[in-house]
């Protein structure tokens, strides 16, 4: 059910998606998704989790033993076979446009401060180092969620995909 709602919830956000069409592409019924997970949001906070877990440890299996600069390498690998799963990147783009709400707002920042930390145990640097890693992670995240797989990061490349 996590997988449907995932897709669901990626698509409309948690404002826009409909228990309903949730059910629906669980193959269940809308009163067993409410046994299941109480409310909407809770449902959708699920979501967030399962996509931040996801990522952190894609992140953190990439990285394995190494350390430092061989352990950043592997994680931003990692990062560009992410967004191949596009629908998981946009269950996190949905996050953070729904952190208007408290609930989701304390999630999301959570989830990202657990991803934070585990990159900077596996890499051991500083924040700054780390800040630059996010903000490409951000960028490849932002054009998997415009389906722009042009986008290799550096400037000028991949400007083919807003023509």
Known sequence: M???AIVAFSRGGLAGTSTED???L??????????LFGTKKDLFLAVVQRAFDRAQSTLVDAAGDRTGEEAMAAMDDACRTLVEDRTLLLAQVQAYAACGDDDVRRVTRSCFGKMWQAVAKATRFDDRRLADFFGHAFQLT???A????ALTGLP???AQGFR
């Open 146 to 149: 415009m389906d722009f797989t």
């Open 156 to 158: 000028g490349e991949g």
């Open 26 to 35: 669980a193959g269940i019924s809308q009163p067993y998704l409410f046994r």
């Open 2 to 4: 996590l997988r449907a």
């Open 22 to 24: 949730i059910a629906r």
């Open 142 to 144: 932002m054009a998997a």
